[in-house]
């Protein structure tokens, strides 16, 4: 993807990323702030050396439980259809190996004690792939002195650029 549009906050984002660990990229998944949009968590899921439990771990912050309700793109309002889209390319390209292994856990039944599979009673009509339920086996990642899921350094010089 060109980065010729990008601001300079979004630059230095990416620059990051595309050198971090994969415990970063991780990290910076599940805890960045997803209102401010998902391009960048985006462009973290189309690179193949992303561990596949971050990869899982996107699926089940983006909302795939909320989103089972719709069984076809038709159905989903406009604004949602993007991430209703990047969901079901999460579970093809996880279901044909795409994403490294590196050896990280994720378990969306027990994520810090969040059940992300829990679809509240909500109606299902596009059931999740049973492979996106299981856990990951490896290592939990220690986020501790991360904000917003980047190291603390990293973070006050992306949040200089963003001022």
């Not at 971090?20 to 899921?45: E, I, S, W």
């Not at 971050?54 to 089972?68: D, E, F, M, N, P």
Request: proline share 6%; glycine share 4%.
């Amino acid at each position: 993807m060109s980065t010729e549009h990008l601001d300079p906050a979004e630059q230095f984002l990416r620059e990051f990323l595309t050198s971090a660990t994969p415990q970063q990229r991780h990290t910076f998944v599940r805890r960045c702030n997803y209102d401010a949009g998902d391009a960048t968590v985006r462009f973290v899921l189309d690179d193949p050396t992303t561990d596949r439990a971050t990869a899982l771990a996107a699926y089940w912050i983006l909302g795939a439980s909320y989103y089972s309700r719709f069984a076809s793109a038709e159905e989903v309002a406009d604004d949602e259809r993007p991430t209703w889209e990047l969901l079901r390319t999460i579970e093809d390209r996880y279901a044909s190996g795409f994403w490294a292994d590196h050896g990280i856990a994720f378990d969306p039944t027990d994520d810090d004690e969040i059940d992300w599979t829990d679809d509240y009673g909500a109606p299902v009509n596009r059931p999740v792939p049973d492979a996106m339920k299981r856990a990951v086996p490896g290592t939990l990642v220690d986020d501790e002195g991360t904000e917003d899921g980047l190291p603390l350094d990293v973070h006050l010089r992306w949040t200089a650029l963003v001022d």
